[in-house]
């Protein structure tokens, strides 16, 4: 553990807002806050330099500590704290080890005033009251989703999550290449379908689509092993996402009665083959890329198109490269299964979920057993207001995409020094992904990230020719079911299904471990 700072300034705080009556002035003095950060040193350190204006409001202090290892980060070590601030596949972990559950008057609008005394006029009444916080702002999936659990508000969301498609504006121009793209029947521009991606792909590949003369690649992904990221795992669920969610459907990776893993039905295997099998449109070496090396292809020139996380824009371009990059939600599936009935149907207008990997992004809750839970509700609050979000937006140091609509809307704060990058487009695709009719939050129960970890060895093997497609993806279902019964089956369902916030519960879990057995 690194305990960043602590502080206390007792000044005057501010006012109320609007027609409520006035906040004490430094309504939180002597009162002293301990925030952890799980998995994100300098998130940690951007969060610390944030700390003093809530010091100065509120009349606390806060000390912020960061944890950046597995070690650090188990449980025992998680407890103590009143604000943990965290990736949203952690969410289920923070959920089983204790985390209240926020009232909605923390992110409500304030009462409307009624004024002065009964019977008196009041010229103000019909005038709203002042909302510092502004939640409406924030987009829908992050309010009714991604900081819910079994419907029940246990976080707020500081940054979001989402995967997008770059690609090189020259790869489209139709003065080059347009003609052969004709005769082949690709149009050259941006996939509404993950078919269309794959033929796209391999028309670019090993044609000079930039005019330097020689030959390029027509795709850079991140298909081998990565443990930091995980690129590979997330961007085969995106695609998976779009065969296998049907839209009569809310659960998608396993049967919501009995956890059984479905991947290896159709729509997982056909997205792993489809996948895997873009290795031959890509550089030398794509089957073993983690995500750096497949920003290192596009960034160089070497492949026209990359799917990535949109925070990452900024590692797109060179330093000084004006060279044009667009930007694209993600494709969809002009089919989609339905695992009832073991057959898809069709889709018009193609499928196309926005999937949030990462458990959605970036979350900040209050520890169940925090003796000062007003004080820790009012910092978490804080983190994400507007005035600290923008000014979040623009720190280097925080991983992940605004939430707030008009903070989406002002392009990628990371790749502003790159002339080329489209702001519009970058917008245009973060939004629309957290926008879409149909919006999956990547997995979030307990042991998330080991679940994920079978799956990037499943693509890693499967891309490696280690193992066909459906082996791998029967290796990481079996690897899924172990995993399961060692939490206990019951336990981990319930807290699936709460993930999903559609579908039924009891209030609480049934016991953990094998059998319904404590471990």
Known sequence: MVALAAGAITVSGCGGRGGVPAEPVEPYAGVALSV???????????????????????????????????????PGARSGYDVLVFPGDLLGEMVAEGLRTLPEALVSPPPPSSGGQEGEDDPTADAPPEDGLAFDQIVEPYRQAVSRYGGDRVALPIAGSALVLAYRASAFQTDRLGAEAEAAGVALEAPETWEHLDALARFLHGRDWDGDGEPEAGIALALGADEAERLGAETFLARAAALGLHRDNYSFLFDPDSMAPRLSSPPFEEAMEALVALRDAGPEGMAGFDAEAARAAFRAGEAALLIDRADHAGSWLEPGDEAEVGVARLP???????????AYDAADPPNRPGYLPDGGGWLVGVSADSAEPAAAEDFARYLIEPDTAARLRIDPRVPGVPVRSPLI??????????????????????????????????????????????????????????????????????????????????????HYRRSLNALTTSPTPPPRGPGGREP
């Open 409 to 494: 809307g002002q392009g990628s704060a990371q790749g502003a020094e790159l002339p080329g990058l489209s702001r519009r487009d970058w917008s245009d695709a973060v939004a629309k992904t957290f926008l879409a009719d149909r919006v999956v939050v990547g997995l979030r129960i307990p042991g998330a990230s080991d679940y994920l970890a079978d799956l990037d060895r499943a693509v890693a093997s499967a891309s490696a020719g280690e193992a066909t497609p459906a082996d791998a993806l029967k290796a990481a279902a079996e690897a899924w079911e172990q995993r399961t019964d060692q939490f206990g089956r019951q336990w981990q369902t319930w």
């Open 36 to 74: 952890l950060v799980l998995g994100a040193p300098e998130l940690a350190e951007a969060l610390d330099d944030r700390r003093g204006e809530w010091e100065r409001r509120r009349g606390g202090s806060v000390s912020i500590t960061s944890a950046d290892s597995a070690s650090e980060a188990d």
């Open 332 to 342: 969809g599936s002009p089919r989609m299964f339905e695992p009832l009935r073991g």
